[in-house]
């Protein structure tokens, strides 16, 4: 057969309305996360990488946390303060329990402050691994991020709840002294402790949802065995040091002294309940980051 210009030999012609060619197949990089073993497991390193992310879930934590509520914010400041009107009858006028000098209302208000902030940071974070399962699931980051989130989205709450403790110390004649420029410090110390047991409650949650039904029996236990509605004066000497292995008893003995100005905390109670609190912190961690890799299997 002859060729004819213009045409072309053993190739079809292309046909009009015929799908393109697909592109040759490109190898994509595979990319494997394994968790780590041994005494690397926290990778500080990753959790510094993700700290946008952090603040984002913080943020985030913010704007849904009194999202179509009528009062919002105040909310922070309604809660304690009802306590607060609670505890100053049947503790301070039925019972007559001691407030070292102080009012009582101002007395138990500045124990309320960092319990109320400790209390629901346990609830909510203990929750936050179930109740962000499609979020923890679905994407890779590490799961930390998601109690830690909870219990700093409470510090606002905490700063909120402090507006009227200055409010009620100029009410009952006790102005802001020298000591309340330490407020941070005990702030901080209150966000390690609260960081610690959430992440062990958190991690337990997953495999064990008992901790639901366990969490308010154990925080109203706590509330006792913590000095909100007695002064730390009340507990004798011999026992003060084992009172500080509960490391919210330096919290609320360092608030009440910021804000009420008159018995500095127990510096022995002190050491303890800080030391307990970090033990709390890097353990929560490690275990956490332990259970991190099976967690979304198991939720």
């Known amino acids: 057969m002859t060729a004819t210009p ?68 105040a909310w922070a400041v309604v809660q304690p303060a009802f306590s607060m009107v609670l505890f100053a009858i049947v503790f301070g006028k039925l019972a007559q329990l001691p407030s070292d000098g102080a009012p009582y209302p101002l007395f138990s208000y500045a124990a309320l402050v960092p319990w109320q902030f400790f209390s629901r940071a346990l609830t909510e974070a203990s929750m936050s691994l179930i109740a962000q399962d499609r979020l923890v699931t679905k994407v890779y980051f590490p799961r930390m991020m998601v109690p830690s989130a909870v219990v700093l989205s409470g510090v606002a709450d905490l700063a909120i709840a402090l507006l009227l403790a200055l409010a009620l110390m100029l009410y009952y004649g006790h102005p802001p002294g020298p000591a309340f420029a330490a407020i941070p ?83 022995g109670v002190l050491a303890v309940s800080s030391a307990v609190s970090v033990v709390l912190l890097v353990s929560g961690a490690a275990y956490f980051r332990h259970v991190e890799r099976t967690m979304a299997d198991r939720i």
């Open 6 to 73: 213009g045409s072309t030999t053993g190739v079809a012609p292309a046909q009009e309305g015929a799908a393109p060619a697909p592109p040759p197949a490109v190898n994509l990089p595979t990319f494997v996360i394994r968790p780590h073993r041994g005494l690397v497991a926290l990778d500080l390193g990753e959790l510094w990488a993700y700290r946008e992310l952090l603040w984002t879930l913080v943020w985030r934590e913010l704007k849904v946390r009194y999202k179509q509520t009528a009062i919002g914010a």
């Open 185 to 267: 410090l005990f702030v901080l110390l209150a966000v390690i402790a609260a960081c610690g047991i959430s992440l062990w409650l958190s991690a337990l949650n997953v495999s064990y949802r008992d901790v639901r039904y366990v969490l308010p029996f154990l925080t109203q236990l706590w509330l006792y065995a913590t000095p909100v509605v007695y002064p730390m004066s009340l507990i004798p000497q011999k026992w003060r040091l084992w009172a500080g292995l509960n490391p919210m008893c330096g919290v609320v003995d360092g608030f009440r002294w910021c804000i009420l100005g008159t018995r500095a905390p127990d510096l």
